[in-house]
């Protein structure tokens, strides 16, 4: 089985949670691209790769990863796994315009609010909570863990004190990311 790993807003393939996923399931075993900071051309990769790779059994997504994992999990019938989810990026991300940073290489990149508009036409509504597991932890300092909570009523959920928006101890959860995917 193969897993697709997506980073959030401003992060890369070369983020500390890509780096623990590929170690666990092998590098051979996880495709982790550095997306653009342009939704539509992010969607645009993660379809490719998706369409171009067919054995993927499960997705893994991260902030603004994680929303794009509900709308591709929707659209290819895959399980994801959601740390920390965006839920409203088109209203967290606002805060980007005109100028987001990339947290990578510190460099800047231009933002635009059209770019909000996409991700709205993106968003699932009722997403069928059996494809998910959501890990959430409520010291998360960047997005509110209720928003997830809300989405995914009754939804297979760990949600745990403390913690931060990268999740802290993620590595911990990987056998249960696995026995999740192979469930």
Known sequence: ???????????????????????????SNVFSPSLSYVPHLAIDTL?????????????????LGGYYAIYLSHK?????????PAIRPYDILRRAIPKGINYYDNSFFEFKTQYLDFLKEIEIHNPDISKFLILLQKGDEV???????EKFPNGNILLEEGGNHSFENFESKLPTIRSFFNG
């Open 1 to 27: 089985m193969k897993i697709l790993y997506i980073h959030g807003f401003g992060s890369s393939s070369f983020g500390s949670k890509s780096k623990v996923v590929k170690n666990y399931f092998g590098s």
């Open 143 to 149: 997005l509110d863990y209720r928003e997830a909570l």
């Open 47 to 63: 379809e490719q790769v998706i369409e171009f790779c067919p054995n993927i059994g499960g997705i893994i997504g991260s902030s």
């Open 76 to 84: 290819f019938n895959i399980k994801s796994v959601l740390i920390n």
